[in-house]
């Protein structure tokens, strides 16, 4: 299995958010409280045009999926050209992505 680098993946993950899956686990105002966190530095991370070409749906996407959800987004992402194609990370496509991605 391939996996990606700890700094582009801290880059693309966009840190902590990405552990979804326990807080949709949680009580309703538990997940609520989460999905506002998520909005809130998704809001500052896209405004702060760190990160070009991502926006606001994709980091959202990133942070409140299931790992496999989280795989999907994330090599939707290179596929579309983000941080090098699928290529450069070293798939050969889009389902190899999906289907060997580490993290």
């Known amino acids: 299995m391939k996996r990606i680098g700890p700094i582009t993946a801290a880059a693309l993950l966009l840190a902590p958010m990405s552990s979804a899956a326990g807080?949709?686990?949680?009580?309703p105002g538990e997940n609520r409280n989460y999905v506002r966190q998520v909005q809130d530095f998704c809001t500052e991370i896209v405004g702060s045009d760190d990160?070009?070409?991502l926006n606001w749906?994709?980091?959202m996407s990133?942070?409140?999926v299931s790992e496999d959800g989280f795989r999907i987004a994330f090599?939707?992402?290179l596929?579309?050209?983000q941080?090098?194609?699928l290529e450069s990370w070293g798939f050969e496509d889009f389902d190899d992505c999906?289907?060997?991605l580490e993290f």
């Open 23 to 27: 807080a949709q686990q949680g009580s």
């Open 83 to 85: 941080d090098g194609g």
């Open 75 to 77: 090599c939707k992402a």
């Open 62 to 64: 990133f942070n409140v």
């Open 98 to 100: 999906v289907q060997n």
């Open 51 to 53: 990160f070009p070409g």
């Open 57 to 59: 749906g994709e980091c």
């Open 79 to 81: 596929r579309e050209g």
